[in-house]
């Protein structure tokens, strides 16, 4: 089972867009409302909750399905909150979304997206590039989300789609992926073939980001504390994008049946105090656990598989020899000197030969226990 989420823009005529912000506006009003009371009850159960519904309804002018999305949607918000260890806290709903079930609330053809209001139901068109390929009988489409956003309208669909999983005694394949800042990915592959997908540029462009950030923050008025946010939005979208362009760029080169390893960067933020404070930012703000879960996603689509290894000693490790050094590696220089063998090559690169055969003693060990 994969599940990916389409962004969508919608196109709204000025009238339009009035009846949706109402509609978004009662929506989250709705929701806070209802939050309140889940804060001081305690209580999770929908059923229960359901004495609520004509309240909801009466209150706020919601259509009945509306009034059942809410509960769904405070409910939710509040698990959510729980399982990521969070203390019971009152949930605040401050932008104007609005969540869709499919068929009820909304629904998706290849030409009109149609949505439930408070005025009725609307026919809008969307962004259509892209999404061809989701309307044959193998998608399954969720609960969704409209979104205001920058002036603009989105929706957020969750679209699940059934795919069989990479048997590991089918790998034909295997591409070890150090992931760093100077090169955003390095591949090494059963061809013996080292790929650099380079990160300077990227890294000058944050560290402009970075500047600018630093100038707005001394002057401490509303309009920099504005200019702030865009510039933050507008980073988060560059980063996506640059994630998305190397991932697609790596399912695309290899084939099906290839088994990609990347290092465990959970715990990349915890490193922090162990890199220079210049250099703290670029170096463990990149987002690498969103390079991975796109790349998990998309191998899964395209017959391919991702696995996860402890990358204790990656980069200190010879390929060749197999000697364990600190000192095999010069961070400054961006070099990797076996003390034992004199291997020589980009610590990068060493870092993916190594993954590349954590893969296959990986395969190994799995296939011999099956």
């Known amino acids: 089972m994969s599940t990916i989420t389409a962004k969508i823009q919608i196109y709204v005529s000025n009238e339009n867009n ?53 509960m769904k949607t405070v409910i939710a918000r509040y ?37 439930n209001t408070l005025d009725g139901r609307f026919k809008l068109r969307y962004e259509k590039q892209g999404m061809h390929h989701f309307f044959d009988d193998t998608w399954k489409f969720g609960t969704a989300k409209l979104v205001y956003k920058h002036n603009k309208w989105f929706l957020h ?23 760093g800042i100077n090169f955003i990915a390095t591949t090494f592959d059963s061809q013996n073939k080292t790929t650099f997908y380079n990160g300077r540029a990227v890294k000058h462009k944050r560290g402009q980001y970075k500047a600018l950030r630093k100038q707005l923050q001394m002057r401490q008025t509303p309009s920099a504390r504005k200019r702030l946010k865009q510039i933050g939005s507008r980073e988060n979208r560059y980063v996506t994008d640059v994630n998305h362009q190397i991932t697609k760029a790596l399912v695309e080169k290899y084939p099906k049946g290839t088994l990609f390893v990347l290092e465990d960067l959970s715990k990349i933020r915890s490193a922090t105090e162990k890199v220079c404070v210049r250099n703290r930012y670029v170096s463990v703000s990149w987002a690498f656990y969103q390079f991975r879960l796109m790349l998990e996603y998309k191998t899964q689509l395209n017959g391919q598989r991702v696995i996860v290894i402890d990358p204790k000693y990656t980069s200190q490790t010879c390929p060749k020899c197999g000697d364990i050094e600190r000192g095999n590696r010069n ?6 000197e076996c003390q034992n063998c004199h291997y020589r090559s980009n610590d990068d690169r060493i870092g993916a030969m190594n993954l590349y055969r954590k893969g296959i003693e990986y395969i190994g060990t799995v296939t011999t226990r099956v």
């Open 18 to 70: 009035k009846i949706l912000i109402k509609t978004t506006k009662a929506y989250r009003k709705a929701c806070n409302f209802l939050s309140f009371i889940v804060f001081k009850t305690k209580e999770l159960n929908q059923r229960k909750l359901n004495d609520l519904y004509q309240e909801l309804r009466e209150r706020f002018g919601l259509k009945s399905q509306m009034a059942q999305s809410v």
């Open 79 to 115: 698990k959510s909150s729980q399982s990521n260890g969070h203390d019971w806290s009152l949930v605040k709903f401050k932008l104007p979304e609005y969540d869709l079930v499919w068929n009820r609330d909304y629904s998706l053809s290849q030409n009109r997206f149609s949505v």
């Open 157 to 179: 669909i969750p679209m699940t789609k059934e795919v069989p999983v990479l048997d590991f005694t089918n790998v034909n394949n295997i591409v070890g992926i150090d992931l």
């Open 331 to 336: 961070k400054e220089k961006h070099t990797f």
